[in-house]
């Protein structure tokens, strides 16, 4: 059995993952992976390309982005933006031939659910199944 | 505005494969406007060379530039800020601006990122068409400002051709037949008449066929 502990990064949208503003040990106590860092978002909308991309650069094995439902966003488009824009990285990633399912983009109700936790045990299955991040080179 | 979009990033990476240290430089003018290779897509880009780069264990520095335009000398010659930074050139200019800098810079390599695609304007935000062939001989008078050289599939002079069904040219059910349009437009601007005149054989040496173009304004050179 592998010892890989991937390092996941999520980007959430402030409205709707209101979990990203719980203690952390609430969140771990729900079975929130300890190796995910959350970065709160204003509205994933707000999120560029360049901003996913850079957290492959700084060392993430995978990426994702919570928003808001598409026909409930706060923002009224924000999160429908955030799901090309991760369409966009993951285009991108094929190109350079690694896992496109390295990021991915979740739409969720607004409050604490525990989908929040679902996607995020989901992520850190899938980037574990993958292995470590093809870009950190020599690092791995 | 001339439309580009960029190539898919394991070409570009194959094309510096010997270069060690780059220079993503991006244009503030059509290609901005487009989204194919202003500043926001150089920082793009120059993240995924990193990325690509480190995955094939390569060591490579990649720095990011945008000048004004890359079609003036006055502004690739501002590409001395550089100097000493870069061994190559990733330019996401149009192909003028790749040329250019090809033109002005006789010792630098320089690489397309873009594929350098038509001259068309955007009905909807994210979707850009071909308006303008940049022929050399402007007839839009004649065909009620729609223009077949660039959007009829055959660039008939004297159209429909026989394709021609439903307003819907033969090549694609969903591509519009320009001369159906022109037929229209000119009916409801009460100028069918128009429609009337055969247009004689065209000489296509200011399109290009007669080989590269130079436009000389006296009152502008000093």
Known sequence: MSDFIPDIRAFCCHYTSQQTCAEE?????????????????????????????KAFEEGADGVYVVGCPLDKCHNVKGSERAAKRVG????????????AGRIEMFHQERGFHPEFIAVAQKMDKRIRAFGPSPFKGEEQ | MIIAERKPVSEIVEMIRDCEKILVLGCRGCVTVCSAGGEREV????SLLRLGMKKEGRAATVIE???MRQ????????????????DAVVSMACGVGVNFIANLKPSTKVFPAVNTSFFGGSPVQGIWTEQCAGCGNCILHLTGGLCPVARCAK???NGP?????????????????????????????????????VAPI?????????????????????
């Not at chain 2, 079609?71 to 590409?79: A, G, N, Q, R, V």
């Open chain 1, 25 to 53: 040990n609430t969140l771990s106590n729900s079975g929130f992976p300890k190796n995910i860092t959350l970065t709160r978002v204003v509205c994933t909308g707000k999120l560029q390309v360049s901003t996913l991309l």
């Open chain 1, 88 to 99: 966009a990285v993951k285009k991108a990633l094929q190109e350079l031939a690694v896992e």
């Open chain 2, 65 to 67: 530039g945008t000048l």
């Open chain 2, 43 to 46: 920082e793009i880009l120059a």
């Open chain 2, 202 to 222: 065209r000489d296509w040496r200011t399109a290009g066929h007669g080989g590269p173009r130079l436009v000389n304004r006296d009152d502008l050179t000093v």
């Open chain 2, 161 to 197: 051709c026989g394709g021609s069904q439903d307003g819907k040219c033969e090549i694609h059910s969903e591509v519009a037949c320009v001369w159906q349009l022109i037929h229209d437009r000119l009916e409801r601007l009460d100028d069918k008449e128009q429609m009337l005149q």
């Open chain 2, 71 to 86: 079609c003036d000398k006055e502004f690739i010659d501002s590409m001395d800020q550089w100097d000493g930074q870069y």
């Open chain 2, 155 to 157: 660039s008939l002079m």
